[in-house]
């Protein structure tokens, strides 16, 4: 099994930042193992939608176009976490946001295709 604990969510107004960390943990989560790791989102009465997503050997990243520009997805191979730097924010970025790791070797943005989900943390955007 792969732990994965968000934090870092919060209120904030229009035009600021904030920065998510995702921490993975377990015995699944090994080096010897191809992972990506993806951060979605989902707003109320919405689909959940890929936001950003790397890979964890080698750091290749994938971004939505909604986001491309402003958010930046990083990873500490040493503290075993993932990042999502968000700036310039929007109220259509307000969402749960999830951390999700997947055993494959390439970023997709199919939440479908990640096994393990972290349990979110809100982002709230204001006007």
């Known amino acids: 099994q792969v732990q994965l604990v968000e934090s870092g969510g919060g209120l904030v107004q229009a035009g600021g930042s904030l920065r998510l960390s995702c921490a993975a943990s377990g015995r699944a989560f090994s080096r010897y193992v191809s992972y990506v790791m993806g951060w979605f989102r989902q707003a109320p009465g919405k689909e959940r939608e890929f936001v950003a997503g790397?890979?964890?050997?080698?750091?290749?990243?994938s971004y939505a176009d909604s986001v491309l520009g402003r958010f930046d997805i990083s990873r500490d191979n040493v503290k075993n976490t993932v990042y999502l730097q968000m700036n310039s924010l929007k109220p259509e970025d307000t969402a749960v946001y999830y951390c999700?790791?997947?055993?494959?070797?390439?970023?997709?943005?199919?939440?479908?295709?990640?096994?393990?989900w972290g349990q979110g943390t809100q982002v709230t955007v204001s006007s």
């Open positions: 790397i890979r964890w050997s080698g750091g290749s990243t």
């Open positions: 999700a790791a997947g055993r494959r070797s390439i970023v997709s943005a199919v939440a479908g295709l990640y096994d393990y």
